[in-house]
């Protein structure tokens, strides 16, 4: 399975981007799905998932600001993130994997494919 993320930019603080990962190669409907974040100096962090069912998890940090679905029909998970601030800089992966279960969906060990990352510049 093949990974691609885009949608990242240079936003103001209070605004809102919102990023897609396509998936091809591979049965994705099946795949749980991802979206981990990586600051300047800072290790990779989880930031939400969705399971193949529906299920979904977010950061404490996210959590009422950022929102995570899936289309499978086109193969595609989107993260739809309002309200950024500067903390919220990163760079930005999608990954999916197979038979997670709930207790492993933060978990970066828990995920197969990783896209390349998309760039998240909050800044005035």
């Known amino acids: 399975v093949q990974l691609q993320a885009s949608g990242g930019g240079l936003v103001q603080p209070g605004g809102s981007l919102r990023l897609s990962c396509a998936a091809s190669g591979g049965p994705f409907r099946q795949l749980s799905a991802a979206w981990f974040r990586q600051a300047p100096g800072k290790e990779r962090e989880f930031v939400a998932a969705?399971?193949?069912?529906?299920?979904?998890a977010y950061a404490d940090s996210v959590k009422g600001r950022f929102s995570i679905s899936r289309d499978n029909a086109k193969n595609t998970v989107d993260l739809q993130m309002n309200s950024l601030n500067a903390e919220d800089t990163a760079v930005y992966y999608c990954?999916?994997?197979?038979?997670?279960?709930?207790?492993?969906?933060?978990?970066?060990?828990?995920?197969?494919?990783w896209g390349q990352g998309t760039q998240v510049t909050v800044s005035s």
């Open positions: 990954a999916a994997g197979s038979r997670i279960i709930l207790s492993e969906l933060r978990s970066q060990r828990a995920y197969d494919y």
């Open positions: 969705i399971r193949y069912s529906g299920t979904t």
